[in-house]
Antibody
């Protein structure tokens, strides 16, 4: 059974960079049938897709966040990471890492999720 | 504001059938498949239905999904107290090249 776990600071100061890592266990991150993604959730805006990365390193970002987001992958550690720069209070959210299945052509869905990491932006 | 539109709440009594709607556009639901998630308080969303109407292993057959045009719906029959929670729809959006979500529907079993 695949398991994903987020880790990183729960408090980030305004204007600084939010950094989170997702560790994948119970399977390999080198999987051609899926992407690895980050999603955040706030009470006000609901669920928001941040971006995805393929095991090869190819990345896909939400245009609304693209200028501030970097997602990277370390296949030797079965980890992928999120960096969000110049954060403000609006970036306060629960951040989830998740696996997006793409076994079938044109069909994409998040089937495995981490438990979520609360990140608060405050001085 | 979420890209996909869902009613904020739905309710029913035990044994009843409830449906939750999800409305989108030609760039998302109109051209891609729809998926449904259940979220219980303090937990991550859990996939229930993928590819419009495919139940994940372990999901009871009283839960079903359908899609028509740019809208989709989730139906739960034989409502049980354990069905209480938030339900989200999701679909790939071709203009975003990524996933978009509904705002969620809070289901209450009266």
């Amino acid at each position: 059974q695949l398991h994903l776990q987020e880790s990183g600071p729960g408090l980030v100061k305004p204007s600084e960079t939010l950094s989170l890592t997702c560790t994948v266990s119970g399977g390999s991150i080198i999987d051609s049938s899926c992407y690895w993604g980050w999603i955040r959730q706030t009470p006000g805006k609901g669920l928001e897709w941040i971006g995805n990365i393929y095991y090869s390193g190819d990345t896909f970002y939400n245009p609304s966040l693209q200028s501030r987001v970097t997602i990277s992958i370390d296949t030797s550690k079965d980890q992928f990471s999120l960096k969000l720069s110049s954060v403000t209070a609006a970036d306060t959210a629960v951040y989830y890492c998740a696996r997006e299945d793409n076994t079938w052509y044109g069909v994409y869905y998040f089937d495995y999720w981490g438990q979520g990491a609360q990140v608060t932006v405050s001085s | 504001q979420s890209v996909l539109t869902q009613p904020p709440s739905a309710s029913g009594t035990p044994g009843q059938r409830v449906t939750i709607s999800c409305s989108g556009s030609s760039s998302n639901i109109g051209s891609n498949t729809v998926h449904w998630y259940q979220q219980l308080p303090g937990t991550a969303p859990k996939l229930l239905i993928y590819n419009n109407n495919q139940r994940l292993s372990g999901v009871p057959d009283r839960i079903s999904g359908s899609k028509s045009g740019t809208s989709a719906s989730l139906a739960i029959s034989g409502l049980q107290s354990e069905d209480e929670g938030d339900y989200f729809c999701a679909a790939r959006d071709d203009s975003l090249n990524g996933c978009v979500f509904g705002g969620g529907t809070k289901l209450t079993v009266l």
